[in-house]
Structure formats: C-alpha cells, structure tokens
C-alpha cells in the first residue's frame, strides 16, 4: 500500500463591506463630500383622536304607542307619527360641539303591529353630508298579519357626514337631534286602521363610528405614558464594543396639533443595550413644560412647536448613543387642558394632527472606535472531503477604512452554537491618511488561520463560519470620518491537504 499527502488549494468566500453594511441605509445619509451622518428619528409618543375622543357603540331605543285611546284610520301618505328627539351620547369627560364621521353606521331594527305598509323616516336634522343635504333615509315596513307583527333591520351609513352636537338650542354638547316620521304607505290599497294597542318599536344603534375631526371640550384629562420601550434596530449588526462621538446634536420635539394646552413632564429616558443602561443627564427630566394650543385658519391646522436641543454640552446624549443601544425607555406624563375650558368649547383634533413627541438624532461619523465587532456569516461548500484532514484559510484583505482590525474566525455546531474561536494574531494595518484625515492608500494584508482537527469537522458538519472584523482606531489617531466609498474588501482561500492510498 502507497500513502501520500497533496495540497488543494480553493476559493470559498469573497466580499466587501462598506458603511452601508455596517449601519441600515434607512438612517446613513451621505453628504456633499461624501461623508456620512446618522439621522435616527424616534416616535417616542403619539396621542391622536382615537385615544382622545371617540363616540361609543350607543343603542336608542324607542317605543311608540298610538296617541289616541280609540281606533283610527290612517290614509296612504298619512302621518301618524312624528316624534323629534334629543339623544344625549355618553363621550366619557368629553363635551363635543361638532364631528365629522369618517366611518360608520346607525343600525335600525323595526317592529310594527300595524296591518297595513308603513314607511319609516329617520332624520338627522344636524347632519350633513358633503353636498350640504341633511341625513334622511326611508325603511319600508311590510303590513302585519292580525296577530304578528312585521319587522325590518338593516344599517345607514354616515361616512362623511358633518353632525352638529349642540342640540337643538344650539348651547349644549354631546346631543344628536334626531326625528322620525312613520307614515302609511302611499301605494297601500286602503286606509289603515290602528288603536292604542297597536305598536310600532323602533330601535336605533350607532356602531363603529370613527371620527376624522372633533370640536368642543376635551376636558382637563391626565395621561401617565410608561415605562415605554422602543427598540433600536440601527446598530443591530455591531455585536459588541463602543464608540466615542465628536459630535452629537438632538432635537426632542414636541409637535401640537390639537387646539388645548397641555403640561407635559418627561419623568424619565434610559438608553440600554444587553450590558449597560444610561439614564439621560439634561434639564428637561422632571421638569414641567407648558405647551401651546394648535390654531385653525379655515380648515387649514398649524401645530405648535416645542423643540429642546439635547447636545455634548449639556447633557450626556453623547455617552447614551456612544454605548450602541439597542432600545430606549421613558416615562412620562401628560395633562391636557390644566386651566380648565379656557377656549369655551373651542377645543379641536384632527385624524391628521396629533400630538407627537419625537427624538430627531444627527449624529455625522466622525468616531473613534473602541472594539467595535461586526459579524458577518459565511456559508462554506466543501462538496468532497474524501481523505480529507487539514485545512488552513487564507483571508486576503484590502482595508479602505483608517482603522485597524482584528480577524475572529468563530465555528458554528448545527444548532448554530458557537464552538470554538480562531483569533488571527496579527493586526490588520488601518489604510493610510493625508493631511486632512482621508484615506490615500488601502492597506493589503493576509491572514492565515489553521484549524485543528476537531474545529474542521464542525466545518465539515455545518458548512459555515462567523467572521468577526473587530475595528479599533489606532492610538495616534483622533476622531476620524467616515466617508461613503470606504470599502473593507475579503476573500478566503482554502489550502487543503489530502491523503491519498493506493494498495
């Protein structure tokens, strides 16, 4: 029997990773020199018309007995009933003046013991629609038989319809006028007859009516918003390490498009990651803000402004962001309308003006970094491993970013658990820099990585491996930037070994 070894030699991987990889595209933008910022826009709060005001699911039922204590008769296209009424709808501590209806229905379910056909009229003097006529919708009811009674249901839709709340005097709130005429059919062949026994039940329902604009009085109501958690995705693909900001500059924003005051006072606000938590150092904690109510010209809505600029200088957002979180946690409380109704049930929302309060983060990548790590999975395809028993990886880098690395090659079981670290024990160089801080040569480097026996099994078994680029800014350098077109380019080349037998 003969025995021996050949080498192979194999390409398995190559690519590159710019800033782009690095961070998400949706919070990169790139400036007219091409280098880079970092916009984030939190929504930390919304309070909108929904979670303010809203018309509740409210059943009117009304019963009409005859108004004669003897029987009647009743000519087709007669009236024998008419009977206006103010129905007060339950809005909570809301006193509303006005609505218009986005969606919605009134659900109507007749009964009548007249033995004839009636036609039933049901009116919202108050409620226009985009046209300018006012709701009015006919039900035909067909005659009873002696002894039963007839029945009809169905719904009308008041989408788009403006409804004045202030009643009939004109002075109140929460009222819909309504008016119903119950009359006999003009094509029944002959008068009805009709006593005081016969009855006519007539039950009316609003359901799932959402509104698009209010007015009125939203009342003096208090709001305690949180702990709430919001995730932070843009540093997702940096497992671990920090960086350290030149330059940061916050907008917390609050945004009033509801015509009421407010007080708002933020108790609290805590970036975090796995490890650590900041709480945010800066004046506006526990302090109250009194916000400005919203103005309406025609139907035209202009929100009130508040903005606090959060910066290095006075506060510690810089420490906050430099920790790579990935969710933020406030709390806060808000009091709506604390001087009462101030504006004499002039109050106002819209469906498109809520009031928000929102973080607007700029931050331009000027960084040093301090074992900043990104992985990058690898998926390897060594389709034949007969006689196979070593193999060392060769990476070959070209590095376009003025900072050093350092190669972490992690192995992978086939319940993607890690099994063993390969640490490359040379540095990747940091590319050269000009006078001005830019990059005017990348650095070219190789790598190699030996596996031993059992680390290549488990990459013969799962076929994949983790690259960890570990960055750091080398100690002579300040802050640096990061401009668009750095590249980090890899590939990695395998040099096999087989044992070959011939007997």
Same mark, same amino acid.
């Given at each position: 029997?003969?025995?021996?070894?050949?080498?192979?030699?194999?390409?398995?991987?190559?690519?590159?990773l710019?800033?782009?990889?690095?961070?998400?595209?949706?919070?990169?933008i790139?400036?007219?020199?091409?280098?880079?910022?970092?916009n984030?826009?939190?929504?930390l709060?919304?309070?909108?018309?929904?979670?303010?005001?809203?018309?509740?699911?409210?059943?009117?039922?009304?019963?009409?007995?005859?108004?004669?204590?003897?029987?009647?008769?009743?000519?087709?296209?007669?009236?024998?009933?008419?009977?206006?009424?103010?129905?007060?709808?339950?809005?909570?501590g809301a006193?509303?003046?006005?609505?218009?209806v986005k969606?919605?229905?009134?659900?109507?379910?007749?009964?009548?013991?007249?033995?004839?056909?009636?036609?039933?009229?049901?009116?919202?003097?108050?409620?226009?629609?985009?046209?300018?006529?006012?709701?009015?919708?006919?039900?035909?009811?067909s005659?009873?038989?002696?002894?039963?009674?007839?029945?009809?249901?169905?719904?009308?839709?008041?989408?788009?319809?403006?409804?004045?709340?202030?009643?009939?005097?004109?002075?109140?709130?929460?009222?819909?006028?309504?008016?119903?005429?119950?009359?006999?059919?003009?094509?029944?062949?002959?008068?009805?007859?009709?006593?005081?026994?016969?009855?006519?039940?007539?039950?009316?329902?609003?359901?799932?009516?959402?509104?698009?604009?209010a007015?009125?009085?939203?009342?003096?109501?208090?709001?305690?918003?949180?702990?709430?958690?919001?995730?932070?995705?843009a540093?997702?693909?940096?497992?671990?390490?920090?960086?350290?900001?030149?330059?940061?500059?916050?907008?917390?924003?609050?945004?009033?498009?509801?015509?009421?005051?407010?007080?708002?006072?933020?108790?609290?606000?805590?970036?975090?990651?796995?490890?650590?938590?900041?709480?945010l150092?800066?004046?506006?904690?526990?302090?109250?803000?009194?916000?400005?109510?919203?103005?309406?010209?025609?139907?035209?809505?202009?929100?009130?402004?508040?903005?606090?600029?959060?910066?290095?200088?006075?506060? #510690?957002? /810089?420490?906050? &962001?430099? %920790?790579?979180?990935d969710?933020?946690?406030?709390? @806060? $409380?808000?009091? !709506? +309308?604390?001087?009462?109704?101030?504006?004499?049930?002039?109050?106002f929302?819209?469906?498109?003006?809520?009031?928000?309060? #929102?973080m /607007?983060?700029? &931050?331009? %990548?000027?960084?040093?970094?301090?074992?900043?790590? @990104? $992985?990058?999975? !690898? +998926?390897?395809?060594?389709?034949?491993?007969?006689?196979?028993?070593s193999?060392?990886?060769?990476?070959?880098?070209?590095?376009?970013?003025?900072?050093?690395?350092? %190669?972490?090659?992690?192995?992978?079981?086939?319940?993607n658990?890690?099994?063993?670290?390969?640490?490359?024990?040379?540095?990747?160089?940091?590319?050269?820099?000009?006078?001005?801080?830019?990059?005017?040569?990348?650095?070219?480097?190789?790598?190699q990585l030996?596996?031993?026996?059992?680390?290549?099994?488990?990459?013969?078994?799962?076929?994949?491996?983790?690259?960890?680029?570990?960055?750091?800014?080398?100690?002579?350098?300040?802050?640096?930037?990061?401009?668009?077109?750095?590249?980090?380019k890899?590939?990695?080349v395998?040099?096999?070994?087989?044992?070959?037998?011939?007997?």
């Amino acid at each position: 029997m003969i025995r021996w070894s050949i080498e192979g030699i194999a390409p398995l991987a190559y690519g590159e990773l710019s800033i782009y990889d690095i961070l998400p595209d949706s919070v990169l933008i790139s400036e007219i020199d091409s280098s880079v910022s970092m916009n984030l826009d939190l929504n930390l709060f919304r309070l909108d018309l929904d979670s303010l005001v809203g018309i509740p699911d409210t059943s009117l039922l009304d019963t009409f007995a005859l108004p004669f204590p003897f029987p009647i008769t009743a000519s087709p296209g007669q009236v024998f009933i008419n009977e206006p009424e103010e129905n007060t709808i339950n809005i909570g501590g809301a006193e509303l003046t006005y609505v218009k209806v986005k969606s919605g229905s009134i659900d109507y379910h007749l009964k009548s013991t007249i033995q004839g056909k009636i036609i039933y009229e049901y009116q919202i003097p108050f409620a226009i629609d985009a046209n300018g006529d006012s709701f009015s919708q006919l039900v035909y009811v067909s005659g009873a038989l002696p002894g039963t009674t007839a029945s009809a249901s169905g719904s009308f839709d008041l989408s788009g319809y403006s409804i004045n709340l202030s009643g009939s005097s004109g002075n109140s709130f929460n009222i819909i006028p309504t008016n119903v005429n119950i009359k006999v059919d003009p094509t029944n062949p002959t008068d009805v007859s009709a006593s005081s026994q016969d009855t006519v039940y007539v039950t009316n329902e609003l359901s799932n009516i959402k509104i698009d604009y209010a007015k009125g009085y939203f009342g003096n109501q208090s709001f305690n918003i949180g702990p709430e958690k919001t995730n932070l995705t843009a540093f997702n693909k940096l497992i671990s390490g920090s960086l350290n900001i030149d330059q940061i500059d916050v907008d917390l924003e609050l945004i009033n498009g509801i015509g009421a005051e407010a007080s708002i006072t933020m108790n609290s606000f805590t970036a975090s990651n796995s490890n650590t938590a900041i709480a945010l150092n800066h004046a506006i904690i526990g302090n109250n803000i009194n916000i400005n109510r919203a103005t309406e010209v025609g139907s035209a809505i202009f929100p009130y402004y508040y903005i606090n600029e959060l910066n290095n200088s006075n506060s #510690n957002i /810089d420490l906050m &962001l430099e %920790l790579l979180p990935d969710s933020v946690e406030y709390g @806060l $409380a808000l009091e !709506l +309308n604390p001087l009462g109704n101030v504006s004499a049930h002039n109050d106002f929302i819209s469906s498109d003006a809520p009031m928000e309060l #929102n973080m /607007d983060i700029q &931050l331009p %990548l000027s960084i040093i970094a301090n074992n900043l790590t @990104l $992985a990058d999975t !690898l +998926n390897i395809d060594i389709s034949d491993t007969t006689g196979l028993h070593s193999v060392m990886l060769n990476i070959n880098l070209q590095n376009g970013f003025p900072l050093e690395a350092q %190669l972490d090659l992690i192995l992978l079981d086939q319940n993607n658990m890690v099994v063993s670290h390969v640490l490359s024990p040379a540095l990747v160089p940091s590319a050269s820099v000009n006078g001005n801080g830019v990059v005017s040569d990348i650095s070219s480097s190789t790598h190699q990585l030996t596996l031993n026996q059992k680390d290549f099994n488990t990459l013969i078994q799962n076929k994949k491996i983790v690259l960890n680029i570990i960055f750091n800014t080398p100690t002579s350098s300040d802050h640096i930037n990061i401009y668009d077109y750095y590249k980090l380019k890899f590939n990695v080349v395998a040099n096999f070994e087989y044992g070959v037998e011939i007997e």
